[in-house]
Every structure is written in structure tokens, then in C-alpha cells.
């Protein structure tokens, strides 16, 4: 199976994760039961093929992930508004997928507290006002501006401003 698949897949193919509760636990069982096999092959009668055609997988399936991040020669050539965009959907697209995952997983959800439910509400919700255009607040200023006043003119006027700003504090 693990010329196939990965030793999380073969581990839940039989029925490990009714033994142990975290993922990683799973993995090093698989883990520790090829090693143990590989090292003593005959004993548990398996051919010298099979171990060298699950090991080539294993390389294959590890080299995969590694080729997935590759960095161009030169990163200062590197287009940053188009990568903070991407990261931008990747991250929306990845808390979708695990909101989707907590509904579906009980025991993940109860784990999970609230105060860090409520902050992602909290943040979705104002980045949601802010995308349709309704902004969780609104504020208008209204200007006349004189293009012939003078700057004492307006110097005047701000000494008025804050005249009223400090008595409207003081009561």
C-alpha cells in the first residue's frame, strides 16, 4: 500500500485512527512498521522488489512536495503586488476549506474556542462591509474652502475650532 499511497492513508486504511487521535501518530506507526519491515524484509516475507518499489515512492511522493517551492534566480525580479494577491486567495480559500472542516468534524469544533470564532466573525464581517462597498462606518466630511481667504483668515477660524473642541470636552 505505501507504493501507492501515503503512510497517513495506509494508517486510516486500517483503521488507525481509532487508536491513536493525532495525525502524526498515525504517520510514525506506518513509520516504524516500514522501517521495522525494511530491515528485516525476509523475516516478514517480503521481497527485496517490493521494499525497493515502496522506497521509490516514498522519494518520489517526498521530492513532489519538495519541488513544489521552487524560487526564481533572481527575487528581486519578483512581482510583489501579484504575490500579495495570490496570498491574499490562497489564505480566503484555506480558511474557507477549514471552516468547512470544523463543520464537519465535531471534535475539532468543540476544541475550537470561542473568542477565536468570534474574531474571525469579527474580521470577516468587516472585510465582507468593506468588499460590498458598505463601510462599518461612515464618515463624511463636508468642506467649503475660500480660495481668497487669507491665512490669518484661516488662522482665525482654527483657533475657533478649537476653542469649541475644548469647551464641548470640558462639559
Given at each position: 500500500?505505501?507504493?501507492i499511497?501515503?503512510?497517513y492513508?495506509v494508517?486510516?486504511e486500517?483503521?488507525l ?6 495525525p502524526?501518530?498515525i ?7 516500514y522501517r ?8 516478514y516475507?517480503?521481497?527485496?522488489d517490493i521494499?525497493?518499489?515502496?522506497e ?14 521552487t524560487l526564481?534566480e533572481?527575487?528581486?525580479?519578483l512581482?510583489?503586488?501579484?504575490l ?8 480566503w480559500?484555506?480558511l ?9 468534524n465535531k471534535?475539532?469544533?468543540r476544541?475550537?474556542s470561542?473568542v477565536?470564532?468570534a474574531?474571525m ?13 458598505e463601510?462599518?462606518e461612515?464618515?463624511a ?6 480660495e ?5 483668515e484661516?488662522?482665525?477660524?482654527l ?6 473642541t ?5 462639559s
Amino acid at each position: 500500500m505505501l507504493a501507492i499511497k501515503s503512510q497517513y492513508r495506509v494508517g486510516l486504511e486500517y483503521g488507525l485512527d481509532k487508536l491513536f487521535t493525532k495525525p502524526a501518530q498515525i504517520f510514525n506507526f506506518v513509520n516504524k512498521v516500514y522501517r521495522d519491515v525494511k530491515e528485516d524484509a525476509k523475516e516478514y516475507g517480503v521481497s527485496q522488489d517490493i521494499v525497493e518499489l515502496v522506497e521509490k515512492a516514498m522519494e518520489d511522493r517526498r521530492r513532489k512536495r519538495h519541488d513544489l517551492v521552487t524560487l526564481p534566480e533572481d527575487p528581486g525580479k519578483l512581482n510583489i503586488k501579484s504575490l500579495v494577491v495570490g496570498v491574499r486567495a490562497k489564505s480566503w480559500l484555506l480558511l474557507d476549506k477549514k471552516l468547512d472542516w470544523l463543520i464537519r468534524n465535531k471534535k475539532a469544533f468543540r476544541d475550537i474556542s470561542a473568542v477565536a470564532l468570534a474574531k474571525m466573525a469579527s474580521i470577516t464581517f468587516d472585510k465582507a462591509q468593506i468588499l460590498s462597498g458598505e463601510a462599518t462606518e461612515h464618515i463624511a466630511l463636508k468642506a467649503q474652502v475660500n480660495e481668497r481667504a487669507s491665512s490669518g483668515e484661516y488662522l482665525t477660524q482654527l483657533l475657533g475650532i478649537r476653542e469649541r473642541t475644548a469647551e464641548t470636552d470640558e462639559s
